[in-house]
């Protein structure tokens, strides 16, 4: 304090956070050459106005259908749809989640030695590789068309999903409770089941419950491919311009992701 | 009991945690382990249960040796060895009783512990000690909803439940506030009096350690460089092994800590009265 009083008043020293890339030319460089990139970009996309305009009264068309669904004409196609969808996703994701947890435990840095290690993370990587339309068009030409090929379809992308995020939520797990288990003795199951499976549970069940989601909106997707389930009937029903019982279809999947959404929600309050 | 020799500890790095470390424990007896941090005493407590490999030396509990076991002995040597961690390291989502039952892994098959059925005997010992370390009425509680203080008498039950012959302590007061600190270092050393447990105990605070322990080893980057009676610590050894500073504070702080201990002493007492029956049971096994 003293001190600070008798020193003569000095000019303020300066201080600005150092810029992220150091020398000036070469942030203008970026800064002038993302600029250019952009323009050009912007540039080379083909706007054609016609189609758009031709497209707009259709686009109209499929939203009035929106304020009048249909969903009484094709009734017993759309819930046999969903019921078809509901069970593939359910089985899928099953069946992905049972398959995921021995590849996560193998693909966790912290659990797994070298060669197991690089064995499940290349089966997480195959996994992910592929987005789910690209493996249920080899699983429709392995399998054939219709719900089996969509559910193996979604169990494989299970697998990559949860394989990847359980893995990586095991090598976070704080390492002092592992060691205390370890010091009492134990076997190595035994030290999943106290020291490993308390840690990542709530964020497993959260994962497992949001895959199920997804599986289900993926299940819309995959069978405009023809892997089965509501998918398919919504290409049908877009194949005929039955826009009303599309518009029926569409809410129908949107309900059900909100029924998901909200007991997901729950699910993980009560496991937290 | 428990015999260290030639204890070499170097990391894949290159650091040398221990340099050529020579240590007995006797039989019920118990040790506070004084260094600076990073002097290897975590190093050296972890790798007596080989949490930590040592890259050369031995280690005899009894007449085996635990640096060359293999997995199943090793898993079988360490129910012998309790620790006991600075951060407590209970596991935090499980219950108050599932913590200390794990004491009682490396003893029972998978099953029962996957299906937390654990003979009568364990769940009756678990009970007693709950009592003992004064948290019979947590039973059900979960682990992250107890305090630092109550967390390390868990950790504590917890070692014990292992029914051990040595206890392994890293740090037990670090993360705890004067008082409860005090409290758990009784609690330790009076449990290893009434078991007859040797142990020993990784401590920053020397003051606490001259309080609570008979021998005192000083560790100064891996090696051995003071093992003797709290007595004889004194400035001269303090420098050696924490380096240059005014230790007047920590003889000044030992005074007082003296004047607290008279009126802890007091209530170790009563302490013991209540715990008479307790003591009575274990001196009759």
Redesign the interface.
Known sequence: MSIAAAAPQAAPRQWRKPPFIRDPRLRYAIYVGALIYLVIGIGSVNFNWDRMVAGLDRGIAFVAAFLAPDFTTRWTDISKGLLESLTMTLIATVFGVILSIPVALGAARNLAPWPIYAVCRSIIAVSRAFQEVVIAIVFVAMFGFGPFAGAMTLAFATIGFLGKLLAEDIEDI?R??V?????????W??LL???IQ??V??RFIGLCVYRLDINFRESAVIGIVGAGGIGATLNTALGRYEYDSAAAILLSIIVIVFIAEYSSGFIRRRFL | MLQIEGLTMRYPTGDLALDNVDLTVERGQVIALIGPSGAGKSTLIRCVNRLVEPTAGSIRLGDIDIVRMGRTSLRRTRRRLGMIFQEYALVERLSVMENVLSGRLGYVGFWRSYLRRYPQSDIDEAFRLLERVGLDHMVDKRADALSGGQRQRVGIARALMQNPDILLVDEPTASLDPKTSRQIMRLITGLCRERGLGAIINIHDVPLAMQFVERIVGLRAGEIVYDGPPSGLDDAHLTEIYGEEDWSGTRAADREEEADAAKADAALKVAARVDLPEMKKVAAS
């Open positions: 704080d002092d409770q060691e205390a288990i370890r010091a009492t003795g134990s076997s199951f035994q089941n106290y020291a308390p840690q549970a709530p």
